[in-house]
């Protein structure tokens, strides 16, 4: 029995006055989720704990059926894992963003202007990482090129006992009081400091300047945590599985749970994403021996932060248009099941995530039944009152149920 689950991220969200009070789940065209709807099992599922905070890193492990409360230890270590290091369990990984600092003479007077230089391109930015490495003295702390402005640091024998700020939490805000101040973290604030003297006059930030560019003159280092350990998908469910998906931190997900990593050309993490390309390829996955696909989409969830609800109901579509070519494709078995869900709500009207229990839709076709439902959505997923807490249950059910 072959398991497929479409993860849209950040897809649930609240009524919207100019939709007429519908959700966007609710007012997109998604005949395939709704058939799903009609003729599966519907619920909702507390994906994120509320101990912890409605990210796609504590939401997802859940899904996978992790508990996060235990296995959770941070997003940059997951990030770690998918740019290909191998962390020993001494390691602290730290997100490490190239940032935009304003001009001030004194650097703790400084102002945080972008929390990601403009979106600088990964080639320059590999070049000023590597850069940072050569540069500054030996220590036990070295940096790491990622994608963009994301990078990664390791520090060796690092303490986990600092305190950090995401950058993206302090666009406009003076720096001083956002900085890692505890003792141990004194060598992170005087990377900091160095890294700002050697990248302000770089000759790619000189360019950046001149093409009107925000130039990537600091760095910020956030999101710590130890490496992670998972034990091994397989092990927990007995299938061989692999993921879909543009994002790092889901890449980092699977390499950690020994899930088969598949890169989709085209699969960019936007609207534009190639969704058709990633439904094939996991139709590949499925027919060359692979029990289990996780194909997880994030575009909703990006709509979702920026308030675009247009793009956020297309994004939908596109995911249900996905669907239909998985579902049509995986007809012809003598049977499958499938299941359609959010990690988390990212509704327009706030533009961050919250950890509301999120609405679930599976489908078996040797289970095909009318349910009564006529659609998939987070108000009818409630009427049923079907509810799975904690999340990480949510996945047994799916496998074995
Ligand atoms: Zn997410």
Known sequence: LKHVIVLGDGMADYPIEALGHQTPLMYAHKPNMDFMAQYGTQGTVKTVPDSLLPGSDVANLSVLGYDPVTHYT??????????????????????????????????????????????????????????????????????????????????????????????HDIIGQKIQTYLPRESPSAILLQRMRDAHKLLADHPINLQRIQKGLLPANGIWFWGEGKKPILPPFTEVHGKKGSMISAVDLLNGIAICSGLDVIQVAGATGNLHTNYLGKAKAALEALESGQDFVYLHVEAPDECGHRGEMENKITSIE???????????????????????????????????HTRDPVPFVSYQKSKHAPSGLKTYDESTARKTGIHIEPGHALIQKFFHA
Not at 322 to 349: A, C, W
């Open 318 to 352: 596109r995911i249900d248009t996905l669907l239909g070519f998985l579902l049509q494709n995986l007809r012809h078995r003598e049977d499958f099941k499938i299941m359609v869900l959010p990690d988390h709500y990212t509704p327009l009207s706030l533009r961050t």
């Open 74 to 167: 941070g997003r940059s270590p997951l990030e770690a894992m998918s740019i290909g290091i191998s962390m020993k369990e001494t390691d602290l990984a730290i997100r490490c963003n190239l940032v935009t600092l304003s001009d001030e003479e004194t650097y703790s007077h400084k102002t945080l202007i972008d929390y990601c230089a403009d979106e600088i391109s990964t080639d320059e930015a590999k070049e000023l990482i590597a850069f940072l490495n050569d540069t500054m003295p030996p220590s036990s702390l070295k940096l790491y090129a990622g994608k963009s402005y994301r990078h990664c640091a390791i520090w060796d024998h690092g303490s986990s006992e600092i305190h950090t700020t995401p950058p």
